[in-house]
């Protein structure tokens, strides 16, 4: 079973922080990007995270897959505040070579970077939980 859930950002998260881009290499070949069916090559974004969890924040790092022709993250710092485009988060099931599930994979992927405008103001931890 698969899985895809649309995310809210400014609702979900007080706080994304870029750490780096890199391209996603093929399974087996570090030295081979990884592209989509139609040929355009992916990307792994590692972002810092904070959200607010049972009234506490929480920060975790976590990696986002996009697809595009150049590096999402050319023009951006590490530690550039962003915001990800069209993103969502995939779970799906996985199971034993019996095929008894056995946890789940969790992944996150975006359609695209941006740093947060030098006009907006990051959302109050209190606010981040609805």
Known sequence: MLQNFKVDQARTFVSLLLLGVDAKTAFGDPYRQEVSKDGTPKWTAQIAAEFVAFGRPQRE???V???SDKNP????????PVEVADFE????????REGQVVG???WYRAGGLRPVSAGSKPRPAAEAVA
């Open 89 to 96: 988060i995939g779970v799906m099931e996985k199971k034993n």
């Open 61 to 63: 790092l976590i990696n």
């Open 65 to 67: 897959g996009l697809v």
């Open 104 to 106: 789940v994979q969790v």
């Open 73 to 80: 993250g050319e023009n951006l710092a590490p530690g550039t």
